[in-house]
């Protein structure tokens, strides 16, 4: 029913691109192999033997500098927030050496761009450049903005905004009640026909079990996949960190993981008794993996997401009381980060979203307890995940990589892709270059990162989203023409 | 030392090194002239977010009893109550170039951040539900004033665990002293976990009779509207420490303010077991070694940095 595209935005500048010997991983195409790739007019137009294919005369060429040079790049260019230099249009070549990985460009379905009303958190510009640096070729917004997104004229004015200034294709989720209260369906119908990609409360559950039926049934006429934000307000009331020792000892309201397994439970039963659509949003614990397992068992219509913060901290990690280790749902054991891993091999967590929440440097800079939830996550995730759980011989990187992208497909889009004549949505990567977490400033608006300061293996050099070249890393250098 | 911010962050020798100079201390409040000039010229600003008329009340005369110049700062009727974040009260005040801060907050942590933002010794007067080190430390000069070492005994401490800062610190303090801690209280007042801590825990007073020393906590009256238990009159009937349930060989202690009633009866805070006044007593000498252990060793800080040259507004500016 849908009648507008329901992703808008990107650059307009279909890529002209020729990637020479590059190592080609792409899960779903049954890719891994050393490929030339180019890319005519935006286009996956070539997928040929390494090295057979020449470029254009009048071709500028690109290299991956080492970590040393691009940290002296980067320390030169100082506090300028462009990541990498802008060339002018023409055709570009980048020598993989048959080292560099080209991957499908990853898909994140849950991240804040806190536009309208909280620009100074994040705007459609600086989150959607974020996107791109982490190798994102598009994102899913959340609607829990000032004012929230709840209305067709709200959502068409947002979607101009994003036609306008987002560096990545951005689809909308606008809210299941109005205003987040849990009171009213907005007018979903109306919100399809606007191009809402789907409904979330996100920020919020949907406490009362008879209005998410309502929306459930709802979803018969309007469509549109339901993204569930799971939390028992009346555990989690006052709650500042994961229930267990460390906030016995630290003395922090405790939130406990039945908070969010409970309504897990709860919702995935109503969409089976309604035959609904539903995703569940950033799974934290051992006990919500079991309950999206049992209903994937009953045939029930759900998906799950995880965040990398979920996968690669626990509760430990909050023992210094760092507020940018403060999240919903806050970080548990290391026996549910297991658990999450677990069910994201197994595919009962079908995707990784980073919930990427941005929130100023003084909203952040106070005691722990007053402190808004979130974490940033665009620019690192990959990085993140690749250095945790790659190289740590927990994952492999074809499984990490098809679940990074895997978000798509859950909301009714197309999967990027690797193939002839599919729209380049490409992320190079460089798996070997280590860098330390924003040394150098970030592409957010917001520097509230849980993973500042690691240091990670694996950069993203280059993304293309739906056609165009929206990233180029300062690790790439400018190798001459040919 | 630098700061006193939490029990954790001590051993047992400096707890009995901060306790020992209280007892020195205490020789000096029984002269006529109670006052040393051991921190003359020395500046420690109380900045309280919370009402307390106790702590604040013993810090000023402990670190005037040093002869320290003492600067109240209260949060209420102040510009935090014009907005101003705790980064920029601590920046503002720390203009002043106070030793020390003496700090009390409703937040975990800000002790811990505040000494990241100034140079001042931070004394934690409590933050939040966490900790309020000095009251430990008192409580443990307390105890060996009157039975001498703790080793090997058991110590209850009864009621509201969940939201005190109190019991935090003082099962990691009486556990660095050598005694066998025990929580008791209603299953809702005590936070999963908490054992973790070492210590036991126990749900009625059955078992009170065993313990040498027994420590209530306040059973704040706020608790009833958020329905942590049923009824303040089925609290007192569980879990009140009373004549019934003291045995005359055992010790009482309490933080204050005592709800007379509600987790003590009146005749156990008026009898000759109650430690609750020598307590009170303690708070002036303990703090006073902690001030002292903090800013004796420490330089006085400079008054005022010189006076940077005038620029002028306009021109030879570096490039």
Redesign the interface.
Request: glycine fraction near 10%.
């Given at each position: 029913m849908s009648a507008q595209a329901p992703l808008i935005g990107g650059r307009e500048a279909p890529a002209e691109l020729l990637l020479r010997d590059v190592h080609v991983l792409d899960p779903r195409a049954r890719i891994d192999a050393r490929r030339d790739v180019r890319v005519r007019e935006g286009r996956i137009v070539e997928l040929a033997e390494p090295g057979s294919l020449d470029a254009e005369p009048g071709t500028r060429g690109l290299a991956a500098r080492e970590t040393g040079e691009t940290r002296a790049a980067e320390q030169e260019a100082g506090p300028e927030q462009e990541a990498g230099p802008e060339w002018e249009a023409g055709p570009e070549l980048v020598d993989g050496e048959g080292r560099l990985r080209l991957l499908p460009a990853f898909f994140d379905p849950h991240v804040h761009l806190r536009t309208p009303g909280q620009e100074h958190k994040e705007d459609i510009d600086s989150g959607t450049r974020a996107a791109a640096a982490g190798g994102f070729g598009a994102v899913i917004a959340m609607p829990n903005t000032d004012p929230v997104l709840d209305s067709a004229p709200l959502l068409r004015s947002l979607r101009d905004a994003a036609a306008r200034a987002a560096r990545v294709p951005v689809g909308f989720l606008p809210a299941i009640t109005r205003g987040l209260l849990g009171e009213q369906l907005t007018e979903m119908a109306e919100l399809r026909e606007q191009g809402a990609l789907g409904f979330s409360d996100d920020g919020r559950p949907v406490v009362s079990a008879g209005m998410l039926r309502k929306a459930l049934r709802y979803q018969r006429l309007c469509g549109g996949v339901l993204s569930l934000h799971e939390e028992d307000p009346t555990l989690s009331r006052g709650g500042a960190m994961h229930?267990?020792?460390?906030?016995?000892?630290?003395?922090?309201g405790?939130i406990?993981s039945v908070a969010e397994s409970t309504m897990v439970a709860r919702d995935a039963e109503l969409a089976g008794y309604e035959d609904a659509r539903v995703h569940f949003q950033h799974l934290s614990c051992a006990a919500s993996v079991e309950a999206v397992a049992a209903a994937k068992a009953r045939g029930f219509r759900v998906s799950a997401e995880v965040c990398p913060h979920h996968l690669l901290l626990s509760e430990a990690d909050v023992r210094g009381?760092d507020t940018n280790m403060k999240m919903y749902p806050p970080l548990a054991t290391d026996a549910d980060r297991r658990a999450l891993l677990e069910g994201l091999r197994a595919g009962t967590i079908d995707c990784v979203a980073t919930d990427h929440a941005p929130h100023a440097r003084?909203e952040k800079?106070?005691?722990?307890?007053?402190a808004p939830m979130g974490t940033t996550g665009l620019e690192t995730a990959f990085a993140a995940l690749h250095t945790g759980l790659v190289l740590s011989g927990e994952i492999d990187l074809a499984l990490l990589v098809a679940r990074m992208s895997a978000g798509a497909e859950l909301f009714a889009l197309p999967a990027p892709s690797i193939a002839v004549g599919r729209p380049a949505n490409l992320t190079l990567v460089d798996l070997e270059h280590v860098w330390v977490a924003g040394e150098h400033g970030w592409q957010s608006r917001s520097a509230n990162c849980c993973f500042a300061g690691r240091r990670l293996q694996g950069r993203v050099l280059m993304t293309l989203a739906a056609g165009a070249i929206v990233h180029r890393d300062r690790a790439l250098a400018l190798a001459g023409a040919s | 030392m630098n700061h006193l911010i939490s029990i954790e962050d001590l051993d047992r020798r400096d707890i009995e090194r901060i306790v020992t100079q209280a007892e020195r201390f205490e020789e000096v409040a029984d002269r006529e002239i109670k006052t040393l000039p051991t921190l003359r010229g020395r500046m420690v600003l109380n900045l309280f977010y919370e009402a307390s008329t106790r702590t604040r009340g013993s810090f000023e005369l402990a670190a005037k009893r040093l002869s320290a110049d003492v600067v109240n700062f209260v949060a209420s009727g102040s510009s935090v109550e014009k907005g101003e974040?705790?980064?920029d009260t601590v920046l503002t005040l720390s203009a002043h170039k106070p030793d020390a801060i003496v700090l009390r907050?409703?937040?975990?942590?800000?002790s811990?951040?505040v000494s990241r933002w100034c140079d001042a010794a931070i004394v934690n007067a409590g933050?939040?539900?966490?900790?309020h080190p000095t009251q430990a430390l008192l409580d443990v000069y307390t105890l060996r004033r009157r039975v001498g070492a703790i080793d090997g005994a058991s110590i209850w401490i009864v009621g509201d665990v969940a939201?005190?800062?109190v019991a935090?610190s003082n099962v990691l303090a009486f556990q660095r002293m050598g005694a066998n801690v025990t929580l008791a209280g209603p299953p809702t007042l005590i936070?999963?976990?908490?054992e973790?801590?070492g210590c036991e825990v126990r749900y009625t007073l059955e078992e009170l009779p065993g313990a040498d020393i027994v420590y209530a906590l306040r059973m704040q009256r706020e608790r009833m509207s958020d329905t942590w238990v049923p009824s303040l009159r089925e609290y007192a009937s569980w879990y009140q420490v009373n004549a019934r349930r003291l045995a005359p060989r055992q010790l009482l202690m309490h933080p204050g303010p005592v709800n007379r009633g509600v987790e003590l009866s009146g005749e156990v805070v008026d009898s000759p077991q109650a430690l609750i006044t020598a307590q009170v007593e303690a708070g002036v000498v303990v703090r006073m070694a902690v001030l002292y252990e903090l800013l004796a060793s420490r330089e006085a800080r400079p008054s005022a940095p010189p006076a940077s040259a005038p620029r002028p507004l306009v021109g030879s500016r570096p490039a």
């Open positions: 229930e267990g020792a460390l906030s016995a000892a630290l003395g922090i405790a406990p009381l003084e800079e106070v005691p722990f307890e007053q | 974040s705790l980064k907050t409703p937040w975990a942590g800000a811990e951040l933050d939040g539900k966490h900790e939201h005190s800062r935090r936070p999963r976990g908490i973790q801590l």
